[in-house]
């Protein structure tokens, strides 16, 4: 079973108490159904899921199948079973934590605090649906196989490092999640519609919460019209403040 990484929550607590107000929980919640792009990622991996769950009880997991049979990833998967329990999300939060701690930088507190969000609510979404569907692994070993813990944490972290630094760093840390990932097929952990769902959770998250700290950010601008006189001159002058 994935557990949510102690460090994020060690370090919410201080993180949070800094911030004067915060989105409703349910809003932020919703932001995968609400927000676009989210809800179109949402409803593309849904669909993709709902697929290869049909397919697979009905005819068998080949892509799975494969993956355990011919183990492409040979013994580096472990690495995949290690890093997958969230130590890149808390690495970064913690980088960006420890730079606003630093700086008092509102750039870092919004990155650090969108990477502790996407990460704790995904994954408090994907153990929810552990328990509740109860699917057991194909290893038979346990009842939480949908969906995949470890690409949630993956993909919330890969999505958070896109949307806030762009493609070349977006590149590197999808392969790193597709890699996480895939290994929970090749070490017989998940089935492939276990590892979509998890993606497709982790991403929803990541864009939902990404477009509402956006709105946020924006609605910090203040327009202010100013009626002025110079001489002969009469007008309004418009100024715009960012808090």
């Known amino acids: 079973m994935m557990r949510t990484p102690i460090l994020l929550l060690l370090f919410s607590f201080n993180l949070l108490a800094e911030v004067p107000?915060?989105?409703?929980?349910?809003?932020?919640?919703?932001?995968?159904?609400?927000?676009y792009p989210a809800n179109a990622v949402l409803a593309v991996g849904g669909a993709l899921t709902l697929t290869f769950a049909v397919v697979r009880y009905q005819t068998g997991d080949d892509v799975q199948s494969f993956a355990y049979?011919?183990?492409?990833?040979?013994?580096?998967?472990?690495?995949?079973?290690?890093?997958?329990?969230?130590?890149?999300?808390?690495l970064y939060f913690g980088w960006w934590y420890v730079?606003?701690?630093?700086?008092?930088?509102?750039?870092s507190r919004a990155r650090a605090s969108l990477m502790l969000k996407t990460t704790l609510y995904s994954m408090v979404t994907t153990n929810v649906l552990k328990?509740?569907?109860?699917?057991?692994?194909?290893?038979?070993?346990?009842?939480v196989s949908f969906p995949?813990?470890?690409?949630?944490?993956?993909?919330?972290?890969?999505?958070?490092?896109?949307?806030?630094?762009g493609l070349p760093w977006a590149i590197?840390?999808?392969?790193?999640?597709?890699?996480?990932?895939?290994?929970?097929?090749?070490?017989n952990r998940h089935y492939t519609h276990d590892v979509i769902a998890g993606a497709t959770i982790g991403t929803a998250f990541g864009l939902?919460?990404?477009?509402?700290?956006?709105?946020?950010?924006?609605?910090?601008?203040?327009?202010?019209?100013v009626p002025f006189y110079s001489g002969s001159t009469i007008g309004i002058a418009w100024a715009r403040t960012f808090d």
Do not use: C, M
């Open 21 to 35: 107000s915060l989105a409703p929980v349910a809003r932020e919640l919703a932001s995968p159904v609400t927000e």
């Open 69 to 90: 049979r011919e183990k492409p990833l040979g013994n580096t998967s472990g690495w995949g079973e290690v890093i997958g329990y969230g130590i890149p999300n808390a």
């Open 99 to 107: 730079d606003h701690q630093r700086k008092k930088d509102a750039g």
């Open 131 to 143: 328990y509740t569907v109860g699917e057991t692994r194909p290893a038979g070993d346990e009842d």
């Open 148 to 165: 995949s813990g470890h690409a949630t944490a993956a993909f919330a972290f890969a999505t958070v490092v896109a949307t806030e630094h």
């Open 172 to 187: 590197p840390s999808y392969a790193l999640a597709s890699f996480i990932a895939y290994s929970r097929l090749n070490d």
């Open 208 to 225: 939902g919460l990404a477009s509402l700290q956006d709105e946020a950010e924006k609605s910090d601008e203040t327009s202010v019209f």
